[in-house]
């Protein structure tokens, strides 16, 4: 039995199909099928329930799943360890994040005491966040609202609320506060539904009576705020949005008849072996946002 064939393995596993499976490994599908019947050979059972080139884990490949993980996991463990030993601190954290703009001047603090540390930072819709999560792709994960998932732990790092964002020759430009029934008729620039936060204004929106008149989805922030600036409809964004290094800004307005507050979460898998450098990076996320 060989860490190759175990490699491939899991990669079956996960896709459930042999031909995308032996196209994301960059080999031939019928070498890939070679190799798992090798490994089923060595074992004395079949892994998977086979319907053409659709296949899935049986009783014996769950089983089985379950332990490679586990040992590919403690050897990963294993070789940082070996590299903390030897004093190799040029160690990666990647971060995934659907809140990146709070996370410059951490980075920035950070690197300051260890300038040894690096960093990988990912702007992830929430669902892109439990997915890489679950494959251990990322070592943390920032997010609003916190990651509920099985294996998952998540522990809150700060409040934040929510306003309605417009143009200064907007209407609405000139009030304080509007009510939510308010915003019935008017365009609406949002988030795209990957991300959490959008589902919970278009439930908001729904409770109170009306569906949203969502006319635009971006993920990209910049182009929600110039369109907004643009005024081509009104958003729903994050107070920290204004609390950049940005020039030009929408006006703010608050929304005066809903609850807009949130709660931005630290969340890590619970099978990782927290590093040293990852329980200070931990520590110091808590600590700043004290």
């Known amino acids: 039995m060989e860490l190759l064939q175990l490699k491939y393995f899991i990669k079956v596993a996960k896709v459930q199909h042999m031909t995308k499976a032996a196209n994301e490994l960059y080999i031939s599908q019928s070498s890939l099928s070679r190799t798992i019947t090798r490994l089923e050979e060595d074992l004395g059972v079949e892994l998977f329930k086979r319907d053409g080139r659709q296949i899935k884990l049986n009783e014996y490949g769950n089983i089985f799943l379950k332990r490679v993980e586990k040992a590919f996991y403690e050897l990963e463990e294993g070789k940082i360890e070996i590299n903390e030993l030897l004093g190799i601190k040029s160690r990666t954290i990647t971060v995934g994040a659907t809140i990146t703009m709070l996370l410059p001047d951490v980075f920035k603090e950070f690197l300051r005491i260890n300038p040894n540390i690096k960093f990988q930072l990912f702007q992830l819709s929430t669902k892109e966040i439990e997915k890489r999560l679950e494959e251990g792709t990322i070592d943390f994960a920032i997010s609003t609202p916190p990651i509920k998932k099985k294996g998952v732990i998540s522990i809150p790092l700060k409040k934040d609320k929510f306003f309605l964002a417009v ?37 908001l929106c729904i409770e109170n009576g009306f569906e949203p008149n969502i006319m635009f989805e971006s993920n990209d922030i910049e182009v929600m705020f110039k369109l907004v600036l643009d005024n081509f409809g009104v958003a729903f964004m994050p107070e920290y949005w204004w609390n950049t290094d940005r020039t030009n800004f929408p006006v703010k307005i608050e929304l005066s008849d809903v609850s807009t507050e949130r709660t931005i979460s630290l969340s890590w898998n619970e099978k990782n072996n927290l590093t040293k450098d990852l329980k200070e990076f931990k520590t110091f996320l808590i600590q700043f946002f004290k």
Not at 175 to 193: F, G, M, Q
């Open 167 to 203: 143009d200064k020759n907007h209407p609405f430009a000139k009030k304080k506060s509007v009510k939510i029934k308010e915003i019935k008729n008017e365009p609406i620039i949002a988030l795209t539904t990957d991300y959490i936060f959008q589902e919970n204004i278009k439930d």
